[in-house]
T-cell receptor, first 115, second 110 residues
Framework: ETGVTQTPRHLVMGMTNKKSLKCEQH?????MYWYKQSAKKPLELMFV???????ENNSVPSRFSPECPNSSHLFLHLHTLQPEDSALYLC??????????????FGDGTRLSIL | GQNIDQPTEMTATEGAIVQINCTYQ??????LFWYQQHAGEAPTFLSY????GLEEKGRFSSFLSRSKGYSYLLLKELQMKDSASYLC???????????FGAGTRLFVKA
């Protein structure tokens, strides 16, 4: 399924670098999500946007900064990250936030490694 | 607190049946999802339950008991391609967040 596309697939960066992750969905959905997936841990919700408005910030450190310019695009800006931020970052979309039976559609993720 | 428990790993034989259990404690409930995730790939939607009972979809079935906070995913006629992680997720009514379990890694052997 190519409904949700994430770039880059892999990213290695130093702790002082600034980089951005990009997500694009072609499904006509109104809600978009960022998750962090670490080995053997549950998916951790980071941010939710519904109709371009941020509706959830799950106590995420300010070194992660999301941006949603329109309902199809979502960015995660990274600055001064820590080694423990190394993980798979997944983007997802759904028709609307909170509609009971609507599943989330995920991208393949960006594998982030912090040196 | 919010908690979803599922076994870390399971192994089963090709052609057999396997049941992956999930128990949950959440402040609210607005449906339970199962997702499949192959290594290095996106999670993909398998099933949704909001009422008690069994939902069947081909080789996969999902069961829900809301009073027990319990669900299972049943995979029949296992194939090698079913080797993957299976994620149980509950949609909470408060804020409409979806809470995920850590996933069960299923290994299917010949």
């Amino acid at each position: 399924e190519t409904g949700v596309t994430q770039t880059p697939r892999h990213l290695v960066m130093g702790m002082t670098n600034k980089k951005s992750l990009k997500c694009e969905q072609h499904l006509g959905h109104n809600a978009m999500y960022w998750y962090k997936q670490s080995a053997k841990k549950p998916l951790e919700l980071m941010f939710v946007y519904n109709f371009k408005e941020q509706t959830e910030n799950n106590s995420v450190p300010s070194r992660f900064s999301p941006e949603c310019p329109n309902s199809s695009h979502l960015f995660l800006h990274l600055h001064t990250l820590q080694p423990e931020d190394s993980a798979l970052y997944l983007c997802a979309s759904s028709q609307n936030q909170g509609e009971g039976n609507q599943p989330q559609h995920f991208g393949d993720g960006t594998r982030l490694s912090i040196l | 607190g919010q908690n979803i428990d599922q076994p870390t790993e399971m192994t089963a034989t090709e052609g057999a049946i396997v049941q992956i259990n999930c128990t949950y404690q959440t402040s609210g409930f607005n449906g339970l999802f199962w997702y499949q995730q192959h290594a290095g790939e996106a999670p993909t939607f398998l099933s949704y339950n909001v009422l008690d009972g069994l939902e069947e979809k081909g080789r996969f079935s999902s069961f829900l008991s809301r009073s027990k906070g319990y669900s299972y995913l049943l995979l029949k006629e296992l194939q090698m391609k079913d080797s993957a992680s299976y994620l149980c997720a509950v949609r909470d009514t408060g804020g409409f967040k979806t809470i995920f379990g850590a996933g069960t890694r299923l290994f299917v052997k010949a």
